[in-house]
């Protein structure tokens, strides 16, 4: 199991730990930065309270400018991979040894096999809340509804397993590096070499912190860029699919709610409570239907979909983000270089 780990959230060592709690057998390699004191502190801890797991902790040297920090860590580690598949885990996420079973399963008929993911919010404030609720609502309409029309076109990068023989075969992670958007680009190779990308329901729980506004703000506009990027990529039959699933529904809430300011009628309240409602229950019924545990905010649910167009507008607009201490001007190829 690679996980590439960055310092600074106070749940770091909380979310590692989970996960070496719930796959003892596997075998961990941490990937972190040579200047990360927070990061190393917490893997040494780690270290010392599980004797008996097998963790590797690989220091790295900067990245150098142009150069994803994730892959490049990613890079390095691969050589040190001796076990037949490499499951790559974000430092804030945690897959159960069930989960990670259904990922090997699908390796059967697959190339790829990526995760599903869910945030849990507890404890966060309504910026965290906020951005728990994007996740959960979204997560099964950005991942599973396409499958109906066409294969994945991407992978979830939170959470996703190769064999590790096929894997260097694709060229590792090498093709990843100079690209911001590495799970796109993992998609992109996979698909590149007539691989197949299987898109499973296992449950990757991913936890966060969100320490105000501003960092919501920096982490949806960073998610919106790299769905820009996405878009652009796709066949026209696809952004057309891809723009009504996710583009369709905000719009009309806005539409219906500033047409019912501008003339207000009680036949259009009716209509407006009626699309509420089926829009509050939709979500509901595909959680329930995947197995997922979410808490239910219908409020925030709508909030967070009225939001999503403005999101959309700032990244189209700005094309910098800030990811963590790091800042990137990203180009319309990918690419990006230090800002």
């Known amino acids: 199991m690679l996980q590439p780990i960055l310092g600074g959230d106070p749940r770091l ?12 057998e596997a075998r961990f390699h941490w990937l972190v930065d040579d200047g990360d004191t927070h990061a190393q502190s917490v893997v040494a801890a780690l270290q010392m309270r599980h004797p008996h797991v097998a963790i590797v902790v690989h220091v790295n040297p900067p990245a150098p400018d142009g150069m994803n920090p994730k892959s490049f860590k990613l890079d390095r580690a691969l050589a040190a991979i001796e076990a037949p598949v490499c499951l790559v885990l974000d430092d804030d996420a945690t897959l159960s040894a ?23 919010d507890d404890g966060e404030r309504l910026p965290g809340r906020l951005l728990a609720q994007f996740v959960n609502d979204n997560a099964a309409l950005t991942y599973l509804a396409p499958l109906t029309w066409a294969p994945p076109v991407s992978i979830n990068g939170m959470c996703y397993a190769l064999r590790t023989e096929r894997l260097r075969a694709l060229g590792g992670f090498a093709p990843l590096l100079h690209a911001l958007a590495d799970d796109l680009a993992m998609a992109d190779q996979v698909r590149a070499h007539g691989g197949r990308i299987a898109q499973t329901i296992a449950p990757v729980r991913v936890r966060t912190s969100i320490d105000g506004p501003a960092h919501y703000l920096r982490q ?3 998610w919106m860029l790299f769905a820009t990027l996405l878009l652009r990529r796709q066949p026209l039959r696809m952004r057309v699919l891809i723009t009504l699933l996710h583009g369709l529904p905000p719009l009309l809430l806005w539409a219906t709610g500033i047409a019912l300011a501008l003339q207000p009628t009680m036949t259009g309240a009716v209509c407006a409570i009626g699309m509420l409602t089926l829009r509050a229950a939709v979500p509901v019924w595909l959680q329930r239907k995947l ?19 403005l999101h959309l507008l700032h990244a189209v607009c700005v094309r910098t983000v800030r990811w963590r201490s790091r800042r990137y001007r990203v180009h319309a190829d990918g690419g990006f270089h230090v800002a």
């Not at 069930?98 to 849990?120: E, F, N, S």
């Open 13 to 24: 060592a909380d979310v590692l730990g989970a996960t070496v709690d719930a796959l003892r």
């Open 98 to 120: 069930d989960a990670l079973a259904r990922l090997v399963a699908a390796l059967g008929a697959a190339d790829i096999a990526t995760a599903l993911p869910g945030y849990v």
């Open 220 to 222: 949806m506009h960073r």
């Open 291 to 309: 197995g997922v545990s979410a808490p239910q905010r219908p409020l925030l649910s709508l909030l967070s979909e009225l939001l999503q167009p």
